[in-house]
Nanobody, 122 residues
Framework: QVQLVESGGGLVQAGGSLRLSCAAS????????MGWFRQAPGKEREFVAA???????YYADSVKDRFTISRDNAKKSVYLQMNSLKPEDTAAYYC????????????????WGQGTQVTVSS
């Protein structure tokens, strides 16, 4: 079993930046893809970004060129640097792990964190 804990969410003005972190613990021995998803009230959970064990990345079009995903395999952690934030980025952000390849669907991930709230004011 793998446990994921997110941190770094908060309230920021439009145009500002936030950095989310996700630390994994437990049986993390496999080389798997980690990702970030988000879910706004009344909407489905949507893909944000994914990163392979080897560092390859994939982004949703809505965040490309604004968000950067990275990982530190030694620390079993994944990060999401969010710049030029917009009010439409407001959502609960979830860390996910256990996928293969550059997975972009929730069903492809085996493990999930509890989420961290990001609110962008206009």
């Amino acid at each position: 079993q793998v446990q994921l804990v997110e941190s770094g969410g908060g309230l920021v003005q439009a145009g500002g930046s936030l950095r989310l972190s996700c630390a994994a613990s437990g049986r993390t021995g496999s080389s798997y893809t980690m990702g970030w998803f988000r879910q706004a009230p009344g909407k489905e959970r949507e893909f944000v970004a994914a990163i392979r064990w080897t560092g390859g990345t994939y982004y949703a079009d809505s965040v490309k060129d604004r968000f950067t995903i990275s990982r530190d395999n030694a620390k079993k952690s994944v990060y999401l640097q969010m710049n030029s934030l917009k009010p439409e980025d407001t959502a609960a952000y979830y860390c996910a792990a256990g996928a293969l390849g550059l997975a972009s669907h929730p069903y492809e991930y085996a493990y999930w964190g509890q989420g961290t709230q990001v609110t962008v004011s206009s």
